[in-house]
């Protein structure tokens, strides 16, 4: 079971305006520690898409943003474009674990 | 830029060792402040840190798997090792290598590879 909460699935038109939420607890995000997003295409390995709660990678369109506030956190996308069909997880560091902790992923239907 | 790959067997036996390397290119496992972390993903599932070693050459390791796991580096070949001792079949899974940057992100992944443990 995720210490990390996402909702498990979320859609939306081409150009309209999605977010995904992610949930956590006193032990990670509360704590103060960051939350960073990937995004996993089909048949790929994750790749890094939102550091440090709000920080986009040199080529990740604007179109991406995060924010983060007390326990939760969420990924914005905007503009949606058929090749943003993915997963994406969240992840962040945990007190209990000594260690990082990822959401359960949440897949992202372009309808 | 940063490659990472991994490599080693695709099927493992029940019971035996799965190892496997991952090659580090465009960085040095050596270089301050970073991790090198296992990663794995069960079929159709979510991500699992299996654990990590520091540039310093300690360890960390999910407790859900720490008394089976070992993490080593081979610093003059730039790559570093996951060992998951007596598998089993909730084991196969897609592994991936990653690097962990100092905000405890994962910035660069390998590609993945497949093992899958069945006799």
């Known amino acids: 079971q995720s210490v990390l909460t996402q909702p498990p699935s979320v859609s939306g038109a081409p150009g309209q305006r999605v977010t995904i939420s992610c949930t956590g607890s006193?032990?990670?995000?509360?704590?103060?520690?960051?939350v960073h997003w990937y995004q996993q295409l089909p048949g790929t390995a994750p790749k890094l898409l939102i550091y440090g709660n709000i920080n986009r990678p040199s080529g990740v369109p604007d179109r991406f943003s995060g924010s983060k506030s007390g326990t939760s956190a969420s990924l914005a996308i905007t503009g949606l474009q058929i090749e943003d069909e993915a997963d994406y997880y969240c992840?962040?560091?945990?007190?209990?674990?000594?260690?990082?902790?990822f959401g359960g992923g949440t897949q992202l239907t372009v309808l | 830029q940063v490659q990472l790959q991994e490599s080693g067997p695709g099927l493992v036996k029940p019971s035996q060792t799965l190892s496997l390397t991952c090659t580090v290119s465009?960085?040095?496992?050596?270089?301050?402040?970073?991790?090198w972390s296992w990663i794995r993903q069960h079929p159709g599932k979510g991500l699992e840190w299996i654990g990590f070693i520091y540039y310093s050459g300690s360890t960390y390791y999910n407790p859900s798997l720490k008394s089976r796991v070992t993490i080593s580096k081979d610093t003059s070949k730039n790559q570093f090792s996951l060992k998951l001792a007596s598998v089993t079949a909730a084991d196969t899974a897609v592994y991936y290598c990653?690097?962990?940057?100092?905000?405890?992100?994962?910035?660069?992944w390998g590609q993945g590879t497949l093992v899958t443990v069945s006799s």
């Open positions: 465009g960085d040095s496992i050596s270089s301050s402040g970073k991790y």
């Open positions: 006193s032990s990670n995000l509360g704590a103060d520690y960051d």
């Open positions: 990653a690097r962990e940057g100092h905000e405890l992100d994962f910035d660069f």
């Open positions: 992840q962040s560091y945990d007190t209990s674990l000594s260690g990082s902790i």
